[in-house]
Antibody
Protein backbone atom coordinates (compact mmCIF):
# COMPACT_ATOMS: atom_id res chain seq x y z
CA UNK A 1 0.00 0.00 0.00
CA UNK A 2 1.43 3.36 -1.02
CA UNK A 3 1.97 5.80 1.85
CA UNK A 4 3.06 9.41 1.74
CA UNK A 5 4.49 11.44 4.64
CA UNK A 6 5.19 15.16 4.66
CA UNK A 7 8.00 16.60 6.77
CA UNK A 8 9.47 20.03 7.38
CA UNK A 9 9.33 23.08 9.64
CA UNK A 10 5.93 24.06 11.01
CA UNK A 11 6.88 27.72 11.38
CA UNK A 12 8.46 29.96 8.75
CA UNK A 13 9.21 33.66 9.00
CA UNK A 14 7.78 36.11 6.46
CA UNK A 15 9.99 36.65 3.38
CA UNK A 16 11.84 33.37 4.00
CA UNK A 17 11.57 30.07 2.06
CA UNK A 18 9.17 27.30 2.99
CA UNK A 19 10.68 23.84 2.43
CA UNK A 20 8.83 20.54 2.70
CA UNK A 21 9.67 16.96 1.76
CA UNK A 22 7.34 14.08 0.96
CA UNK A 23 8.62 10.55 1.52
CA UNK A 24 6.90 7.84 -0.51
CA UNK A 25 6.83 4.25 0.73
CA UNK A 26 5.24 1.11 -0.66
CA UNK A 27 5.90 1.97 -4.28
CA UNK A 28 8.41 3.43 -6.70
CA UNK A 29 8.34 7.17 -7.09
CA UNK A 30 9.57 6.99 -10.67
CA UNK A 31 6.33 5.65 -12.14
CA UNK A 32 3.81 8.34 -11.23
CA UNK A 33 3.07 12.06 -11.11
CA UNK A 34 3.41 13.64 -7.67
CA UNK A 35 1.69 16.82 -6.55
CA UNK A 36 1.64 19.33 -3.74
CA UNK A 37 -1.72 20.71 -2.65
CA UNK A 38 -2.46 23.12 0.15
CA UNK A 39 -5.55 23.96 2.16
CA UNK A 40 -6.26 27.17 4.01
CA UNK A 41 -9.48 28.52 5.52
CA UNK A 42 -9.40 31.49 3.18
CA UNK A 43 -8.60 29.81 -0.14
CA UNK A 44 -9.78 26.24 0.34
CA UNK A 45 -7.91 23.51 -1.53
CA UNK A 46 -5.29 24.81 -3.95
CA UNK A 47 -3.21 22.68 -6.32
CA UNK A 48 0.39 23.94 -6.27
CA UNK A 49 2.04 21.80 -8.92
CA UNK A 50 3.38 18.40 -9.91
CA UNK A 51 6.57 16.62 -10.84
CA UNK A 52 7.09 13.54 -12.95
CA UNK A 53 10.44 12.01 -12.09
CA UNK A 54 11.91 12.73 -15.47
CA UNK A 55 12.03 16.25 -14.02
CA UNK A 56 8.88 17.23 -15.87
CA UNK A 57 7.13 19.87 -13.76
CA UNK A 58 4.03 22.00 -14.00
CA UNK A 59 2.98 24.73 -11.58
CA UNK A 60 -0.13 26.72 -10.76
CA UNK A 61 0.32 30.11 -12.47
CA UNK A 62 -0.80 31.82 -9.25
CA UNK A 63 2.35 30.52 -7.51
CA UNK A 64 4.70 29.72 -10.39
CA UNK A 65 7.17 32.53 -9.78
CA UNK A 66 7.78 31.41 -6.18
CA UNK A 67 7.53 27.61 -6.33
CA UNK A 68 9.99 24.83 -7.12
CA UNK A 69 9.23 21.11 -6.95
CA UNK A 70 12.10 18.65 -7.18
CA UNK A 71 12.59 14.90 -6.78
CA UNK A 72 15.23 12.57 -5.36
CA UNK A 73 14.47 9.13 -6.77
CA UNK A 74 17.30 7.52 -4.78
CA UNK A 75 15.47 8.44 -1.56
CA UNK A 76 11.92 8.04 -2.96
CA UNK A 77 11.24 11.64 -1.99
CA UNK A 78 10.02 14.81 -3.65
CA UNK A 79 10.19 18.31 -2.27
CA UNK A 80 8.51 21.70 -2.34
CA UNK A 81 10.07 25.12 -1.95
CA UNK A 82 8.04 28.32 -1.78
CA UNK A 83 10.11 31.47 -1.57
CA UNK A 84 9.24 34.91 -0.19
CA UNK A 85 6.39 33.60 1.93
CA UNK A 86 3.72 35.77 3.54
CA UNK A 87 0.89 35.07 5.96
CA UNK A 88 -1.22 34.09 2.95
CA UNK A 89 0.97 30.99 2.56
CA UNK A 90 -0.12 29.69 5.96
CA UNK A 91 -1.90 26.40 5.23
CA UNK A 92 -1.95 22.66 5.64
CA UNK A 93 0.30 21.28 2.91
CA UNK A 94 -0.42 17.88 1.40
CA UNK A 95 1.60 15.73 -0.95
CA UNK A 96 -0.44 13.49 -3.20
CA UNK A 97 -0.12 10.91 -5.97
CA UNK A 98 -1.67 11.21 -9.41
CA UNK A 99 -2.35 7.64 -10.59
CA UNK A 100 -1.51 8.49 -14.17
CA UNK A 101 1.76 7.08 -15.37
CA UNK A 102 4.13 7.27 -18.32
CA UNK A 103 1.34 7.48 -20.87
CA UNK A 104 -0.53 10.46 -19.39
CA UNK A 105 -1.30 12.31 -16.24
CA UNK A 106 -4.69 11.43 -14.72
CA UNK A 107 -5.28 14.77 -13.03
CA UNK A 108 -6.87 13.54 -9.81
CA UNK A 109 -5.29 12.25 -6.60
CA UNK A 110 -5.69 8.76 -5.21
CA UNK A 111 -3.19 8.78 -2.35
CA UNK A 112 -2.52 11.66 0.03
CA UNK A 113 -0.18 12.31 2.92
CA UNK A 114 -1.69 13.23 6.29
CA UNK A 115 -0.82 16.89 5.76
CA UNK A 116 1.45 19.24 7.65
CA UNK A 117 0.51 22.68 8.98
CA UNK A 118 2.89 25.45 8.03
CA UNK A 119 2.42 28.80 9.74
CA UNK A 120 4.08 31.94 8.42
CA UNK A 121 4.75 34.29 11.29
CA UNK A 122 7.56 36.29 12.83
CA UNK B 1 -8.55 29.18 -14.25
CA UNK B 2 -11.78 27.17 -14.26
CA UNK B 3 -14.01 28.02 -11.30
CA UNK B 4 -15.81 25.18 -9.54
CA UNK B 5 -18.92 26.10 -7.57
CA UNK B 6 -20.64 23.65 -5.22
CA UNK B 7 -24.11 23.83 -3.77
CA UNK B 8 -25.28 23.85 -1.14
CA UNK B 9 -22.38 24.98 1.07
CA UNK B 10 -23.78 22.91 3.91
CA UNK B 11 -26.89 21.02 4.95
CA UNK B 12 -28.18 18.68 7.61
CA UNK B 13 -29.26 15.10 7.01
CA UNK B 14 -29.97 11.88 8.88
CA UNK B 15 -28.40 8.44 8.67
CA UNK B 16 -30.12 6.51 5.90
CA UNK B 17 -31.02 9.60 3.85
CA UNK B 18 -30.34 9.90 0.13
CA UNK B 19 -28.39 13.09 -0.48
CA UNK B 20 -27.21 14.94 -3.56
CA UNK B 21 -24.46 17.54 -3.91
CA UNK B 22 -24.05 19.67 -7.02
CA UNK B 23 -20.91 21.02 -8.65
CA UNK B 24 -20.86 23.49 -11.54
CA UNK B 25 -17.84 24.35 -13.68
CA UNK B 26 -17.35 27.79 -15.18
CA UNK B 27 -16.70 26.17 -18.61
CA UNK B 28 -17.18 22.83 -20.32
CA UNK B 29 -14.89 20.22 -18.71
CA UNK B 30 -16.33 17.14 -20.40
CA UNK B 31 -16.34 14.34 -17.85
CA UNK B 32 -13.10 15.36 -16.19
CA UNK B 33 -14.42 15.67 -12.65
CA UNK B 34 -13.45 14.04 -9.37
CA UNK B 35 -15.15 13.95 -5.97
CA UNK B 36 -13.48 13.68 -2.56
CA UNK B 37 -14.68 13.23 1.03
CA UNK B 38 -12.74 14.91 3.82
CA UNK B 39 -13.18 14.22 7.51
CA UNK B 40 -11.95 16.77 10.10
CA UNK B 41 -8.17 16.69 10.50
CA UNK B 42 -7.72 14.19 7.66
CA UNK B 43 -6.67 14.37 4.05
CA UNK B 44 -9.30 14.24 1.31
CA UNK B 45 -10.17 10.76 0.06
CA UNK B 46 -10.88 10.11 -3.62
CA UNK B 47 -14.40 8.77 -4.20
CA UNK B 48 -15.10 9.22 -7.90
CA UNK B 49 -13.16 10.30 -10.98
CA UNK B 50 -14.09 10.88 -14.61
CA UNK B 51 -17.46 12.08 -13.29
CA UNK B 52 -18.91 8.63 -12.65
CA UNK B 53 -16.12 6.07 -12.13
CA UNK B 54 -16.02 4.73 -8.59
CA UNK B 55 -12.54 4.57 -7.11
CA UNK B 56 -11.46 1.08 -6.05
CA UNK B 57 -12.62 0.25 -2.54
CA UNK B 58 -15.24 3.01 -2.34
CA UNK B 59 -18.72 1.77 -1.32
CA UNK B 60 -21.35 1.55 -4.02
CA UNK B 61 -23.67 3.94 -2.14
CA UNK B 62 -21.60 6.70 -3.78
CA UNK B 63 -22.36 7.60 -7.38
CA UNK B 64 -21.55 10.47 -9.68
CA UNK B 65 -23.14 11.82 -12.81
CA UNK B 66 -23.01 14.73 -15.21
CA UNK B 67 -20.92 16.13 -18.02
CA UNK B 68 -20.08 19.50 -19.50
CA UNK B 69 -20.61 22.01 -16.70
CA UNK B 70 -23.07 20.34 -14.30
CA UNK B 71 -22.30 17.39 -12.06
CA UNK B 72 -23.80 15.63 -9.05
CA UNK B 73 -22.58 13.37 -6.29
CA UNK B 74 -25.24 11.15 -4.75
CA UNK B 75 -25.00 9.14 -1.55
CA UNK B 76 -27.85 6.63 -1.64
CA UNK B 77 -27.97 5.76 2.06
CA UNK B 78 -26.00 8.08 4.32
CA UNK B 79 -23.79 6.34 6.88
CA UNK B 80 -22.23 7.79 10.03
CA UNK B 81 -18.82 8.04 8.38
CA UNK B 82 -20.31 10.15 5.58
CA UNK B 83 -20.87 13.19 7.80
CA UNK B 84 -17.96 15.14 6.38
CA UNK B 85 -17.08 17.77 3.79
CA UNK B 86 -17.17 16.93 0.08
CA UNK B 87 -15.14 18.57 -2.67
CA UNK B 88 -15.29 18.42 -6.42
CA UNK B 89 -12.18 18.97 -8.54
CA UNK B 90 -11.81 19.20 -12.31
CA UNK B 91 -9.01 17.33 -14.09
CA UNK B 92 -9.61 18.86 -17.52
CA UNK B 93 -6.82 21.45 -17.71
CA UNK B 94 -4.28 23.39 -15.67
CA UNK B 95 -4.42 24.57 -13.04
CA UNK B 96 -6.49 21.89 -11.32
CA UNK B 97 -9.07 23.63 -9.16
CA UNK B 98 -11.43 22.52 -6.41
CA UNK B 99 -14.90 23.54 -5.33
CA UNK B 100 -15.29 25.36 -2.04
CA UNK B 101 -16.76 22.31 -0.32
CA UNK B 102 -20.14 21.05 0.91
CA UNK B 103 -20.40 20.13 4.58
CA UNK B 104 -22.88 17.37 5.45
CA UNK B 105 -23.93 17.64 9.08
CA UNK B 106 -26.02 15.45 11.33
CA UNK B 107 -29.64 16.57 11.68
Amino acid sequence: QVQLQESGPGLVKPSETLSLTCTVSGGAISSYYWSWIRQSPGKGLEWIGYIYPSENTKYNPSLKSRVTISVDTSKNQFSLKVKSVTAADTAVYYCARDPGGYIAVAGYFDHWGQGTLVTVSS
Amino acid sequence: AIRMTQSPSSFSASTGDRVTITCRASQDIGSYLAWYRQKPGKAPKLLIYAASTLQSGVPSRFSGSGSGTDFTLTISCLQSEDFATYYCQHHYSYPRTFGQGTKVEIK
